[in-house]
T-cell receptor
Framework: DAGVTQTPRHEVAEKGQTIILKCEPV?????LFWYRQTKIQGLELLSY????????DGGAFKDRFKAEMLNSSFSTLKIQPTEPKDSAVYLC????????????FGPGTRLTVL | QQKVQQSPESLTVSEGAMASLNCTFS??????FRWYRQHSAKGLEVLVS????GEKEEGRFTAHLNRANLHVSLHIREPQPSDSAVYLCAVNQGGSAKLIFGEGTKLTVSS
């Protein structure tokens, strides 16, 4: 099975731009997660989907961050408008339905906002 | 809100010596504990998952969980230079699917 795929691997944006990050989960996985990783805050959950339904979103990220699951094999994370403090690595993970299963992580997208 | 803390922040061991990493958590109702490894510029790789008190071994990696002490540890037997990475502890928030991650321990294995 292919692992979790994320594109692009690197993104550079000007402040105020809109950027869209993409994720393809492992085939057959029903749960999908978006995380942000920074040196200071570590890994923070942005959104959690189960069978395409949004189950949880990180409260602090609601205003400019929007994750969508368009179908069971594709998800996007839109940041609009971007700010320099959004510079981080954005990780997508998927798992079979249920918390006893492992989350499999993609390689991440490194975002730099100038 | 679950708090997860890891120690030490960084650790250097010689190849072949045991490496021990620690993780404490605040929510005693948690029942889902995982150790991940992250090599630079790569995604996270799960090493061991443990759900009840005691020990769980996966190859050279052994996790010990003591929920009464709010503590879970990872021991790496015969570490190799290729094990040099950041190790992350993740604990679920009680009653939820949400995983809370520690800040990581940077392990360096010298040959």
């Amino acid at each position: 099975d292919a692992g979790v795929t994320q594109t692009p691997r690197h993104e550079v944006a000007e402040k105020g731009q809109t950027i869209i990050l993409k994720c393809e989960p492992v085939s057959g996985h029903n749960d999908l997660f978006w995380y942000r990783q920074t040196k200071i805050q570590g890994l923070e959950l942005l959104s959690y989907f189960r069978s395409k339904s949004l189950m949880e979103d990180g409260g602090a990220f609601k205003d400019r961050f929007k994750a969508e699951m368009l179908n069971s094999s594709f998800s996007t994370l839109k940041i609009q408008p971007t700010e320099p403090k959004d510079s981080a690595v954005y990780l997508c993970a998927s798992r079979r339905q249920g918390s006893s299963y492992e989350q499999y992580f993609g390689p991440g997208t490194r975002l730099t906002v100038l | 809100q679950q708090k997860v803390q890891q120690s030490p922040e960084s650790l250097t061991v010689s190849e072949g010596a045991m490496a021990s990493l620690n993780c404490t958590f605040s929510d005693g109702t948690s029942n889902n504990f995982r150790w991940y490894r992250q090599h630079s510029a790569k995604g996270l790789e799960v090493l061991v998952s443990i759900f009840s008190d005691g020990e769980k071994e996966e190859g050279r990696f052994t996790a010990h969980l003591n929920r009464a002490n709010l503590h879970v540890s990872l021991h790496i037997r015969e570490p190799q230079p290729s094990d040099s990475a950041v190790y992350l502890c993740a604990v679920n928030q009680g009653g939820s699917a949400k995983l809370i991650f520690g800040e990581g321990t940077k392990l360096t294995v010298s040959s």
